[in-house]
């Protein structure tokens, strides 16, 4: 069975930095693509940055440029997401997702696997 687990996420301060990760088991995602994704209270869940199966291509929203880092561990099965400046408008549930689709679609739709989230709160 998949599974995919967030953690890292909490409370932190504006300026402040976090450091989400997402643990994926139940199969070998060394050829997935991954991502993460956020939702705001009573916002769509909105694309935050993607990276190819190999780690050598990455892509951002532009709300988060310059501010996050995509990466994923050697084994492939472990994504992780640095957040600093963080912003007040930052917060929300982060969602790490896994998919077969190229990370182009990740602004395009949902599909893959997808875990539970954490919450990410930025205070003013």
């Known amino acids: 069975q998949v599974q995919l687990v967030e953690s890292g996420g909490g409370l932190v301060q504006a300026g402040g930095s976090l450091r989400l990760s997402c643990a994926a088991s139940?199969?070998?995602?060394?050829?997935?693509?991954a991502g993460w994704f956020r939702q705001a209270p009573e916002k769509e869940r909105e694309f935050v940055a993607g990276?190819?199966?190999?780690?050598?291509?990455?892509y951002y929203a532009d709300s988060v440029k310059g501010r996050f880092t995509i990466s994923r561990g050697i084994d492939k099965n472990t994504v992780y997401l640095h957040m600093n400046s963080l912003k007040p408008e930052d917060t929300a549930v982060y969602y790490c997702?896994?998919?077969?689709?190229?990370?182009?679609?990740?602004?395009?739709?949902?599909?893959?696997?997808w875990g539970q989230g954490t919450q990410v709160t930025v205070s003013s």
């Open positions: 139940g199969r070998t995602f060394n050829t997935y693509g």
């Open positions: 997702n896994l998919r077969q689709d190229s990370i182009r679609t990740m602004t395009r739709y949902e599909t893959g696997y």
């Open positions: 990276i190819n199966w190999s780690g050598t291509t990455t």
